[in-house]
């Protein structure tokens, strides 16, 4: 079941901000909500989490709504490296660990 | 800092041979995992080690053993390949104790193709 949907692919233009929507309209009031983008063949890279608050860091910032059901991924200043699938995750398998889903596939153009 | 090494980062097989794919992490991480990524699959958890001596079945554990070797390493084993297993193989350590934590970090990835 997935409990999360994001767009199958986005562009965003170099030295814009990228936003990266997710919904999550089942999420449950105890699970975050992670990012991870992967970058051509190499494996996940952990970007952000969070609960209830907006969460910001060296990266990205994460905004999520306030009835929690779906947030958005901000790359403030996209550049051509942050081309790659980015995991909206709030979905735990039978052992409890993260499920990544399809992902949504962000192009930055110059 | 390594992180998170694998080795081989390519393997080619024939099908009924084995190998075993290697995972070492320095960053004295309790928890290590096993995924696999197939097109249109997305990550699919094999097996997980939530500490040192202990080790668990993930989704999709079926044709592969798992050894946690110390609190470094974590090794994935096929007896017998088949082509079925042809796949990009992630290990992912987390500092966190089970298999719950969120904040993982992934190797380069090993390529498997078998024959």
């Known amino acids: 079941d997935a409990k999360t949907t994001q767009p199958p692919s986005m562009d965003c233009a170099e030295g814009r901000a990228a936003n990266l929507p997710c919904n999550h309209s089942?999420?449950?009031?105890?699970?975050?909500v992670y990012w991870y983008r992967q970058i051509h063949s190499q494996g996940p890279q952990y970007i952000i989490h969070g609960l209830k608050n907006n969460e910001t860091n060296e990266m990205a910032s994460l905004i999520i709504t306030e009835d929690r059901k779906s947030s958005t991924l901000i790359l403030p200043h996209a550049t051509l490296r942050d081309t790659a699938v980015y995991y909206c995750?709030?979905?735990?398998?039978?052992?409890?660990?993260?499920?990544f889903g399809k992902g949504t596939k962000l192009s930055v153009k110059p | 800092n390594a992180g998170v090494t694998q080795t081989p980062k390519f393997q080619v097989l024939k099908t009924g041979q084995s190998m075993t794919l290697q995972c070492a992490q320095d960053m004295n991480h309790n928890s290590m995992y096993w995924y696999r990524q197939d097109p249109g699959m997305g990550l699919r958890l094999i097996y997980y080690s939530a500490s040192e001596g202990t080790t668990d079945k993930g989704e999709v554990p079926n044709g592969y053993n798992v050894s946690r070797l110390n609190k470094r390493e974590f090794s994935l084993r096929l007896e017998s390949a088949a082509p079925s297993q042809t796949s990009v193989y992630f290990c992912a350590s987390t500092e966190g104790q089970g298999v719950g934590a969120g904040e993982l970090f992934f190797g380069e990835g090993s390529r498997l193709t078998v024959l």
């Open positions: 089942t999420i449950s009031g105890n699970e975050y």
């Open positions: 995750i709030v979905n735990r398998g039978s052992q409890g660990n993260l499920i």
